[in-house]
């Protein structure tokens, strides 16, 4: 929360200074898991700012930037961690952009390469490559803010990692949601285990490319790329979310190397 990080900058005024804003990957509730909290365990030395929200899509995002923007300004962080695009990507955004095969197909001017079958019978790729866009575009207006308040201040994106179609929603005692992918792909024909992998990762890859993009002309910006961490389904807790066992994974494995050296 604000107040105490304001009140531990004050107290010590020497150690490094994280904001963390994003998404359920930074905070999952109700178990101290998330990404958030594995790279905290890391970095000892380091007051986070915890702004994660669960389930926070594009539209949640803007609300809150005039936030995020006060903070950047104050405190001047030596590291901006973000965690953006996945419910815009493979979340609830999902059923936007699925189609049947039989459905029309317009790829638009995206520079998809080759596109598998099952991607270019099943994903409506204009649409998807507007979602991108978008994605790309909520991450911009951070870098605008730490352009104009904290140039200094290093800004770190992630890609996830390939997710599971298992139709394993998220569960807290008698609540549960429905899951995000499976069910999805399930309604336009896209049953096949296999073809549903395919294009999951095919959606991964697509949101990684514009990352890269993005990043490489950009200064003081980072993309942690934790493509292929979690190999099995068994290190997934839903259809989207890791167990504690694979956060830790993808923070020790990838995001330990990208902050040694800022964090501490």
């Known amino acids: 929360m604000l107040p105490e990080f304001d009140k531990a900058v004050g107290k010590h005024k020497d150690a490094a200074r994280a904001l963390c804003f994003g998404d359920s990957w930074f ?8 990404l958030n909290k594995q790279i905290a365990k890391l970095f000892k030395g380091t007051l986070f700012l915890r702004e994660g929200v669960a389930g926070r899509d594009s539209a949640m995002w803007k609300r809150a930037l005039p ?43 995206f520079p998809w390469g080759e596109i598998p079958v099952a ?18 575009n909520d991450i911009k207006e951070v870098v605008q803010f730490r352009d104009l308040y904290s140039p200094e201040s290093i800004i770190y994106v992630h890609n996830y990692d390939y997710i599971w179609p298992s139709g394993i929603g998220y569960k807290l005692g008698p609540f549960k949601m429905e899951p995000w992918v499976k069910p999805y ?34 200064a003081n910006m980072v993309l942690v790329d934790s493509r292929g961490a979690l190999k099995t389904q068994s290190q997934w807790e839903n259809e989207i979310h890791p167990t504690a066992k694979g956060f830790e994974t993808i923070a020790r494995r990838f995001w330990k190397p990208a902050l040694s050296g800022v964090l501490r």
Do not use: C, M
């Open 185 to 218: 792909l399930d309604d336009v024909g896209l049953t096949d285990k296999n073809a549903q992998r395919v294009v999951t990762h095919w959606l991964i890859d697509q949101f990684t490319r514009e990352l890269k993009a993005f990043v490489s002309q950009r």
């Open 27 to 34: 905070q999952y509730p109700p178990h101290p898991t998330d």
């Open 67 to 109: 936030r995020i923007q006060r903070e950047i300004g104050t405190y001047r962080f030596h590291a901006i961690l973000l965690s953006t695009g996945g419910n815009d990507i493979v979340g609830s955004e999902l059923s936007e952009y699925v189609k049947t095969a039989s459905q029309p197909q317009s790829p638009g001017d």
């Open 119 to 136: 991607v270019f019978d099943h994903i409506r790729l204009e649409t998807f490559g507007l979602a991108l866009r978008y994605a790309v």
